[in-house]
């Protein structure tokens, strides 16, 4: 059997155009071409020929994959340093190809192989001209991502050719940052012998502190017990009190954590005759940190020990006052805190933690930012959640709170702030691509919005629903209504609600009705009664009844409400389709759904009427006419 060079030669020698034969060359499968194919997955033999004897692009990127993430315009010499195939990598700079070419997020073949560890071909293309300090678009270096990933040897070879040790990347952390996050005593101890500096980052974060978040022990010893005085007597004392909040919420650890913080506490109070450093006393107490107090001396740290709950709130208070509410870590821990509470059945515990969270991201992050919709979609898988054990016997006795307005509201109110503040982004100066990803991130707010809106219109189902609750649903939706939002492709929030993307969100799970993904019919019904219009059209000239009825399946219920309040049944998209012929597409009738004749009047009758037989219609017919006629 010919082995696969043989069959490439063969199979190309076929093509005797030398223009189809580029035209092959430069054909991509998956956004990648042949010669890249060949250098990610090893086939020296194909590449050679591909390279040698048809004299492929060694310089045409492509895209490919790794370990699940794409990555877009890698050169055939990255992909194959990356994978770590050393005889392609020479096989290509012997021809010629560019050390130090780049991918889109500008990463070289260079940090390539540097991210894997391979050292064999980090050491051949540094002796062929790779620039060592060239950093990808983050302005992580070579020396940064081999010191995060722990490979000693590169890191080492990387620092014997003087590579830049306090560097700093576009937020601000340097190689030691990366060492202290990653746990590597060894590299550490290099960095420090090569001058290695305990800068800040953009946050505030020293390498010590990024120890003692991560939970890496060994090394914020070794930085605080440094013989050439590395860090401050308060640097050290926070970074023993950050690294205790670590062991309560990482590894569960009450004991080590109390040790920590004693520790922590004889610094700040030594018996040798310094000056104390007492905690701040300005610090306010917060009501989800059950208005928690930090103990100021060591029988109150004691009595902490025997009240699990109460070591719990210490760590989130201590985090937030080290770290600030700026840092991702402080809501992502109160936002776990929150979420354990909520596996144990205390879902006012939860709620109340997860808005403190949300609130801090809120006066700090920008608008749309995706860590505050994590946040805001959290509460609205908890909400379902609840609804669906609820709806379930009760499991060993547990007792499931009913979802109030009350509990939904002030989530639902801080989702509409956000989409506000999208939309003023919006009304600003952007260019195209920066408004097109401003347009993704507001429809996956306004998604969220629509499923609390969503569970609101479920309340209104209630038996024992108050008059002045349904009155403040009703208010609270309308708000949304009101606010017109057109997201991607033009769409209204009713055009979202029918569309497949409120089916796809997250997974399809908050919007199941009755155990199928779906709309929810009582949110459409609702948004219609409050003014939402039945006949808006999106940049592709669909209704939301042409939404709607590309489903499969098809909401019925939803269908029959748009109908109810005015959509035309007959109406075409820009593509002439109707809804009826939208839903035949998935092998569905209209007609099991609705009667037709029950939603198709005589005006619509005649609109199509004009419309098929192409009869002239302009000025013979009353102006406010032209527009029934066209969209029929």
């Not at 059997?1 to 499968?29: C, F, H, T």
């Not at 062929?128 to 990808?136: K, L």
């Not at 090394?219 to 670590?246: K, P």
Request: aromatic residues 6%; contains cysteine.
């Amino acid at each position: 059997m010919p082995d696969r060079g043989e069959a490439i030669r063969v199979y190309l020698q076929s093509w005797r155009s030398d223009e189809l034969m580029n035209m092959l060359l430069g054909a991509k499968v998956s956004g990648a071409t042949p010669l890249v194919i060949a250098c990610r997955n090893g086939h020296y033999d194909v590449a050679e020929y591909l390279i040698e004897r048809c004299k492929a692009d060694i310089e045409q990127p492509g895209s490919v994959t790794f370990d699940g993430e794409t990555i877009e315009g890698a050169p055939p010499l990255w992909c194959a340093a990356a994978a770590g195939h050393l005889p392609l990598v020479r096989l290509l700079v012997r021809a010629g190809a560019n050390v130090n070419s780049t991918t889109r997020t500008h990463s070289t073949p260079l940090r390539a192989a540097c991210f894997d560890g391979h050292f064999d071909i980090v050491k051949f293309l540094v002796e062929n001209g790779a620039d060592i300090e060239i950093a990808n678009r983050h302005g992580h270096t070579c020396l940064m991502i081999a010191c995060y990933k722990g490979h000693i040897r590169i890191a080492k070879y990387l620092l014997s050719l003087n590579a830049d040790v306090n560097r700093k990347s576009v937020k601000g952390n340097t190689a030691l940052h990366d060492c202290a996050e990653s746990g590597s005593l060894h590299i550490l101890k290099m960095l420090l012998g090569h001058g290695a500096t305990m800068d800040v980052d953009s946050y505030g974060m020293t390498p010590l502190l990024a120890a003692s978040v991560t939970g890496h022990t060994h090394i914020v010893e070794h930085l605080i017990n440094n013989e050439n005085g590395l860090v401050t007597r308060q640097q050290r004392i926070d970074a023993l009190e950050l690294l205790g909040a670590t062991y309560v919420d990482k590894r569960r650890d009450m004991v080590g954590a109390l040790a920590l913080w004693k520790r922590a506490m004889d610094d700040r109070f030594p018996t040798d005759g310094s000056d104390p450093l007492p905690k701040p006393k300005d610090i306010p107490r917060i009501e989800a940190y059950d208005y928690a107090v930090e103990p100021s001396n060591v029988q109150q740290l004691e009595e902490l020990l025997a009240d699990p709950d109460a070591m719990r709130m210490q760590a989130l208070v201590i985090r937030e006052r080290i770290l600030g509410p700026v840092h991702p870590d402080t809501s992502y821990y109160v936002r776990y805190r929150g979420a354990v509470y909520a596996d144990a059945g205390r879902f006012a515990r939860c709620r109340q933690l997860w808005h403190h969270a949300l609130d801090m991201q809120r006066a700090v992050l920008p608008p749309l930012s995706p860590l505050t919709q994590s946040s805001l979609y959290s509460f609205s898988e908890l909400f379902s959640y609840m609804l669906a054990e609820r709806a379930r016997p009760p499991l060993r006795g547990r007792i499931v709170p009913p979802v109030t307005f009350e509990d939904i509201e002030p989530v639902y109110t801080k989702a509409l702030f956000e989409i506000e503040r999208g939309v003023q982004l919006l009304e600003g100066k952007l260019s195209d691509v920066d408004r097109e990803a401003t347009l993704c991130t507001l429809q996956r707010v306004v998604i969220i919005a629509l499923h609390l809106a969503a569970l609101m219109a479920r309340l209104l189902e209630e038996p024992d629903i108050t008059p002045d609750v349904v009155s403040q649903i009703h208010r609270a939706v309308y708000t949304l209504v009101k606010l017109d939002i057109k997201v991607r492709q033009g769409r209204s929030a009713l055009h979202v609600v029918c569309s497949a993307e409120v089916t796809r969100a997250r997974g399809g799970a908050p919007w199941f009705e009755h155990g199928q993904p779906a709309p929810s019919p009582s949110l459409v019904s609702l948004m219609l009664r409050l003014g939402a219009a039945p006949d808006a059209r999106d940049a592709d000239g669909n209704t939301p009844l042409h939404l709607a009825c590309k489903l499969d399946p098809c909401p019925a219920e939803v269908v029959r409400h748009l109908l109810s309040y005015g959509a035309h049944i007959d109406t075409v998209n820009y593509e002439g389709e109707t809804p009826a012929e939208l839903l035949k597409a998935t092998n569905q009738n209209l007609s099991t759904i609705v009667n037709p004749l029950k939603y198709t009047t005589l005006k619509c009758l005649a609109a199509r009427t004009v419309k098929n037989y192409k009869l002239p219609y302009r000025h013979v017919v009353p102006q406010c006419l032209h527009s029934t006629i066209i969209t029929h």
